[in-house]
């Protein structure tokens, strides 16, 4: 059965500073890798995915993930962080081999931003 | 190009109580997903529509829930009777019908169902 553990419930950082929002995953066949953010009172947002190439993807809102095969990780960064970042995150991983397309979710990550 | 909405944003109902969410989810997309979080948790997969079928309803919890998807556009979940482990976040999404390993799902903005 395929998983995501978002280890940090919660991710605290000063504006202008880096952020990284961890994420691991296990799944039986290729991993198709997902990011979604939910800002307060609104549903969630696609940042970026991961189906295959560059193991360096670029999203909205100058995130980007690495997608790390052998440490199985795919942990969102944005090298200067905004107060408006502030949000939960989610990282989801689909199953890009033959298993089931459904997506499984962690649990989510509330990143709060220091003026 | 609108979004996925849903309606109501809140709902609270008291225990054994009939409750029905709206998922209208973006014009032309034939995929349509419904998914709950309970609080602190993870989002949880309840079933899928493409077009006006039900193609996966592994997730649903029982059969207190009830989804449907007439003429393929928006779908209703009805949940009747409510019970108090019901409460949660409601969310809809929907996408093209491409890959659906590789599609990108847009959500609406959930309904949070509160039962008393």
């Known amino acids: 059965a395929q998983s995501v553990a978002q280890p940090e419930d919660q991710v605290n950082v000063a504006e202008g500073n880096p952020l990284t929002v961890k994420c691991t995953y296990s799944?039986?066949?290729?991993?198709?890798l997902f990011w979604y953010v939910q800002y307060p009172n609104r549903g969630l947002q696609f940042l970026l995915k991961y189906i295959t190439g560059d193991n360096l993807v670029k999203g909205s809102y100058g995130f980007e993930a690495e997608f790390n095969k052998s440490q199985t990780s795919f942990h969102l960064k944005k090298p200067s962080a905004l107060v408006s970042d502030s949000a939960l995150y989610f990282c989801?991983?689909?199953?890009?081999?033959?298993?089931?397309?459904?997506?499984?979710f962690g649990r989510g990550t509330s990143l709060i931003v220091h003026p | 190009e609108a979004g996925v909405t849903q309606f109501p944003s809140h709902s609270v109902i008291e225990k054994g109580q009939t409750v029905t969410l709206r998922c209208d989810p973006i014009s032309g997309h034939d995929n349509l997903y419904w998914y709950r979080r309970v609080m602190g948790k993870e989002i949880k997969f309840l079933l899928h529509?493409?077009?006006?079928?039900?193609?996966?309803e592994s997730g649903m919890p029982n059969n207190r829930f009830l989804a449907e998807r007439t003429g393929g556009t928006y779908s209703t979940l009805k949940v009747q009777p409510a019970e108090l482990e019901d409460s949660g976040v409601y969310f809809c999404?929907?996408?093209?019908?491409?890959?659906?390993?590789?599609?990108?799902?847009?959500f609406g903005p959930g309904t949070r169902l509160t039962v008393l």
């Open positions: 529509f493409v077009k006006e079928s039900k193609q996966d």
């Open positions: 799944v039986s066949g290729n991993p198709y």
């Open positions: 989801a991983v689909r199953d890009g081999g033959g298993g089931s397309y459904i997506p499984t």
């Open positions: 999404a929907s996408s093209q019908l491409t890959s659906l390993n590789t599609d990108t799902q847009y």
